[in-house]
């Protein structure tokens, strides 16, 4: 459950109006979860978008912590996409980033949406730039180790999102396209980026064929052997089982059928 603004203590509020001035009103976020306060506020310099996250102790960051500092840390090397970031905050055991605010909607991927388009075209940019120095230790392999004896083939040097749910595709009224919470980024590759992504297609309404189909369109998907995407399928649906024994949580339980509904149909 996410906390509400009046948590953060005074002196972590005081921070940050250095930088916002006197925050006026504070909006909360709908969706996300990978903060313990998101929030767009509205200051004497204009609206930002917010994002905090407590410390689990003094000395020991905690896993949103953790993605709020990889979020700062990317922020740099993919500004053509992700809201700016402006300034960083850590005090009394919080960190908070303040991002431009984006005016926009989310992303609709159900079987023939024009934004289904757009989101071919994000993920061609992104399937062409090689990871920054700075995910150097962030490979995504590491996340499915335990699932197999060898899971180099899902090692690579592409920078990947690895989140790219419609919640986190944003489009404005102009076209403009903004890509936000950065919370997974690593690097591996490229076919990775779009195996993540057919789950959330099922979920929009696509069948797991029609998923594979649209898929198919970039070079990453057929380049890749299928014994390396069996793999992946198979990894990732055992490691959303596993899951949800800590997580019965709805989205959870409904991600973790996708995944598996994808390995039934691909593996048999």
Same mark, same amino acid.
């Given at each position: ?169 944003? =489009?404005?009224?102009?076209? /403009? %396209?903004?890509?936000?919470? *950065? +919370?997974?980024?690593? &690097? $591996? ?39 390396? =995407?069996?793999?992946?399928? /198979? %990894?990732?649906?055992?490691? *959303? +089982?596993?899951?949800? &024994? $800590? ?22």
């Amino acid at each position: 459950m996410r906390n509400d603004w009046s948590d953060l203590p005074d002196v972590a509020r005081a921070a940050i109006e250095e930088h916002t001035g006197p925050i006026r009103r504070v909006e909360p976020a709908s969706t996300g979860n990978h903060a313990d306060i998101a929030c767009t506020v509205d200051a004497a310099d204009g609206r930002l978008f917010i994002k905090a996250a407590r410390k689990s102790s003094p000395e020991q960051d905690g896993p949103e912590v953790r993605s709020l500092r990889w979020e700062a840390a990317i922020n740099p090397h993919v500004i053509e996409y992700a809201p700016r970031l402006h300034w960083t905050v850590e005090a009394v055991g919080w960190l908070v980033l303040g991002f431009d605010h984006v005016q926009a909607r989310h992303a609709d991927f159900t079987p023939g949406s024009p934004d289904l388009a757009v989101l071919a075209k994000v993920i061609d940019a992104f399937q062409n730039m090689t990871a920054p120095d700075v995910l150097a230790g962030k490979r995504i392999e590491r996340r499915w180790d335990a699932m197999a004896e060898d899971v180099t083939p899902l090692a690579g040097a592409t920078l990947l999102h690895a989140d790219l749910n419609p919640a986190n595709l944003l =489009i404005s009224e102009t076209g /403009r %396209v903004h890509v936000v919470d *950065w +919370a997974f980024v690593a &690097r $591996g590759a490229p076919f990775i980026e779009l195996a993540l992504l057919v789950p959330w297609l099922l979920k929009a309404g696509h069948d797991p064929a029609g998923a594979e189909h649209w898929v198919a369109r970039f070079p990453s998907w057929t380049a890749t052997g299928p014994a390396a =995407i069996d793999l992946f399928c /198979r %990894v990732f649906a055992d490691k *959303w +089982a596993i899951n949800l &024994r $800590g997580n019965r949580a709805a989205w959870a339980v409904e991600h973790a059928a996708a995944a598996r509904r994808w390995a039934d149909h691909r593996l048999g």
